[in-house]
């Protein structure tokens, strides 16, 4: 036998797979990556790619700014409550959640119940870059959209900071980069993700 056939070698990506046994949660800002990077990490984990916000969509048959339009913020996040829950319970899998989803202490108790909480920790200029083109975010429809996404980011950090694990979302690394780092934090969890 050679020596190559004696030493296990650690195993990448193959010929085992990664088995995931909680949900993953994506948390943080608009604007931080939660649906790009959850897409990419559902994908390399071969498991399904769950989003809330267009899960409240298709309940309520209306887009989320129209929703926040005619019926409120409190009556969406009371939705965005129900949506999660239901999701964390139905399928395990990638969930990417709204920027204030994880404000509300219900969501945050769920999500570690039943999940793990992966915030994607972006600053201030990152996000603006990504958001200032885009006319999607009911939030940020107001006169000062900066001074506004500055606020809320100030509002909603500590929050974030309750998450179970933080990835840095730099801006600079690619959506398959960015995968490879949730990866590598969960490693960290053999409750959430382990190497069969």
């Not at 885009?134 to 100030?154: M, V």
């Amino acid at each position: 036998m050679s020596e190559k056939e004696q030493t296990p070698s650690r195993p990448t990506e193959n010929p085992g797979q990664w088995r995931l046994k909680k949900t993953i949660v994506m948390v943080g800002m608009m604007g931080a990556g939660k649906t790009a990077v959850g897409r990419g990490l559902a994908a390399r984990l071969d498991v399904p790619f769950l989003d809330s916000d267009h899960e409240i969509e298709v309940a309520a048959n209306r887009t989320i700014p129209e929703i926040f339009a005619r019926d409120g913020e409190p009556f969406f996040r009371q939705k965005e409550r129900q949506v999660i829950s239901r999701l964390l319970e139905e399928e395990r899998g990638v969930l990417s959640t709204g920027g204030g989803a994880f404000l509300a202490e219900e969501n945050r108790r769920t999500i570690s119940e039943k999940g793990v909480s992966v915030w994607l920790k972006a600053d201030l200029d990152v996000l603006w870059n990504r958001v200032k083109h885009r006319d999607t975010r009911p939030l940020l429809r107001t006169a000062d959209p900066h001074a506004t996404l500055s606020a809320i980011y100030a509002e909603r950090v500590p929050f974030y900071a309750q998450a179970d694990l933080a990835v840095v979302s730099d801006g600079k690394a690619s959506i398959e980069e960015m995968v490879s780092r949730v990866i590598e934090a969960l490693k960290a969890r053999p409750d959430v993700l382990e190497w069969t």
